[in-house]
T-cell receptor
């Protein structure tokens, strides 16, 4: 399977600071990446769809000014949590979409996740 | 119409038994149905996936059964092992909608030795 990495795996930050999380597709190019948030014992909640070279599409209820997404290359997307607060503490997971056959066939691979704790 | 409903919420199986997890969807336009396995503190790992042009796909001990008319699909884990104990998520997506996944609620599987 394809490999997606995330960095950092864990981060602790103080309330009011910003944190950047990187997501990389290591062995394929991904025009589309996704960012999820997961609370304990719950399913994954899609936050936004990130397309290379264009603005991210945010899901309803997700603050775009708080969760800044940049997809500057075909292998890298970043999520910046701005002015973080304790309620932003969560497990953030990215995924990258690998396509072939003119994008008619595709699979989605997830990164290992980033545990964010805001104190 | 975008929902994917997954059951059961939790499942306990004896080692060597068959684990069965079911999912149902509404949107008949979905064209990709993956299953993911997630261990605590880790990201989901793609386990097996199926497209609606086939009714069954098998990879090792894992089999997806797909019933297009009933809008249901299921994961069967044969000869379940303690190492299979994890949370399993079904999902569905649509190529024309960026391929974003609609996830089921998840099933926590415990395989007893």
């Amino acid at each position: 399977g394809a490999v997606v990495s995330q960095h950092p795996s864990r981060v602790i930050c103080k309330s009011g600071t910003s944190v950047k999380i990187e997501c990389r597709s290591l062995d394929f190019q991904a025009t589309t990446m996704f960012w999820y948030r997961q609370f304990p014992k719950q399913s994954l909640m899609l936050m936004a769809t990130s397309n290379e070279g264009s603005k991210a599409t945010y899901e309803q209820g997700v603050e775009k000014d708080k969760f800044l997404i940049n997809h500057a290359s075909l292998t890298l997307s970043t999520l910046t949590v701005t002015s973080a607060h304790p309620e932003d503490s969560s497990f953030y997971i990215c995924s990258a979409r690998r396509t072939w056959e003119r994008a008619l066939l595709y699979e989605q691979y997830f990164g290992p996740g980033t545990r964010l704790t805001v104190t | 119409q975008q929902q994917v409903k997954q059951s059961p919420q939790s499942l306990i199986v004896q080692k060597g038994g068959i684990s069965i997890i079911n999912c149902a969807y509404e949107n008949t336009a979905f064209d990709y149905f993956p299953w993911y396995q997630q261990f605590p503190g880790k990201g989901p790992a793609l386990l097996i996936a199926i497209r609606p042009d086939v009714s069954e796909k098998k990879e090792g001990r894992f089999t997806i059964s797909f019933n297009k008319s009933a809008k249901q699909f299921s994961l069967h884990i044969m000869d379940s092992q303690p190492g299979d104990s994890a949370t399993y998520f079904c999902a569905a997506s649509l190529a024309s909608n960026t391929g974003k996944l609609i996830f089921g609620q998840g099933t926590t599987l415990q395989v007893k030795p």
